[in-house]
């Protein structure tokens, strides 16, 4: 069986390409793909610990191993490849399950008391808002232009104006 290899996610490679061009600059230039990598191989090995709290049913997706094996019981053929459509179902099949059980984790609460609020809250946060992820993308810019310019202060302070 192969193993199945999760890159970072786009704003963490974001992050980590921004530190390694600061870095590289550091060194006149040097190192960069090494920065990168040592980057990526620190944020895989944290993994093995996830903070539960910050799961997000979006988040969830099967291991393609574990979906290979659904699909041989399924069908009862171990010679069927799981295909792309396979993994969408899967994962959202994974999804539903998982707000399930957050659904009744949340009747389980209030009946005994529990904060339903907090627990939904912690349980499934807020993916950023729009503004927040402009900001976001409008940093990553400034940074790459070496500096805020005044143009790009305009654009953040009309950004910060605006409501979530």
Same mark, same amino acid.
């Given at each position: *069986?192969?193993t $199945?290899i999760?890159?970072?996610? #786009?704003h963490l490679?974001?992050k980590f390409?921004? %530190?390694? @061009?600061?870095?590289?600059?550091? @060194?006149n230039?040097?190192?960069?793909l090494?920065?990168?990598?040592?980057l +990526?191989?620190e944020?895989?090995n944290?993994?093995?610990? #996830?903070?539960l709290?910050? &799961?997000?049913?979006?988040d969830i997706?099967p #291991?393609?191993? !574990?979906?290979?094996?659904?699909?041989d019981?399924i069908y =009862?053929n171990?010679? &069927?490849?799981v295909?792309s459509d396979?993994l +969408?179902?899967?994962?959202l099949?994974a999804?539903? =399950?998982?707000d399930?059980?957050l659904?009744? +984790? !949340? *009747?389980y609460?209030?009946?005994n008391g $529990?904060? &339903?609020? /907090? *627990? /939904?809250?912690? @349980?499934r946060p807020k993916p950023?808002?729009?503004? %927040?992820?402009?900001?976001?993308?409008?940093?990553?810019l400034?940074?790459e +232009?070496y500096?805020?310019?005044?143009?790009s202060?305009?654009?953040?302070r009309a !950004?910060?104006?605006?409501?979530?």
């Amino acid at each position: *069986m192969t193993t $199945l290899i999760t890159p970072p996610p #786009p704003h963490l490679l974001k992050k980590f390409s921004t %530190e390694a @061009r600061d870095e590289s600059n550091k @060194r006149n230039g040097a190192g960069y793909l090494k920065t990168f990598a040592r980057l +990526c191989i620190e944020w895989a090995n944290s993994k093995s610990t #996830p903070n539960l709290s910050q &799961i997000r049913s979006s988040d969830i997706t099967p #291991p393609l191993e !574990l979906v290979q094996q659904w699909i041989d019981q399924i069908y =009862g053929n171990p010679k &069927i490849i799981v295909a792309s459509d396979d993994l +969408c179902l899967a994962k959202l099949a994974a999804q539903w =399950g998982a707000d399930q059980e957050l659904e009744a +984790c !949340l *009747m389980y609460a209030g009946d005994n008391g $529990l904060s &339903i609020t /907090r *627990m /939904r809250a912690a @349980r499934r946060p807020k993916p950023p808002s729009l503004k %927040e992820e402009a900001l976001q993308a409008l940093a990553e810019l400034a940074a790459e +232009c070496y500096g805020n310019t005044d143009q790009s202060d305009t654009i953040r302070r009309a !950004l910060e104006k605006l409501d979530d």
